[in-house]
């Protein structure tokens, strides 16, 4: 599984004791990008699709989970699946072809919210 934030307490006070007077614990961060390679086992045959079921919790229009097939060393060769923003909890589910892909994720300067789940 892939989730953004992993985890996140808050940020450290002076003394270093964790604090959430921001309201921040849990959520991801302002300004942040984040690329996970997805790669297939070397013993899964190439051809072999990958199905992610993808949750999330993001500002609508603002911080995106974007899904890319294709290998993460070539990004300019990905092709974009699906670009992700607002709220799903349900559970969406996409597939990359050849179990080769990325999640990016960023977020904008305002607002935070949970961030994203996804299983493979």
Known sequence: TVSIPPYYSGRKGEEGETRDDWETAKHYCNFQKTTVALNRDKDVPQGTPLCLTVYYDLEAERDYVKIFS??????EKQQLVVSLTG????GSTFELPDALGSIVFSSDEKNVFDGFHAKI
């Open 70 to 75: 294709g290998d993460a060393k070539e990004p």
């Open 87 to 90: 709220r799903d909890v349900s």
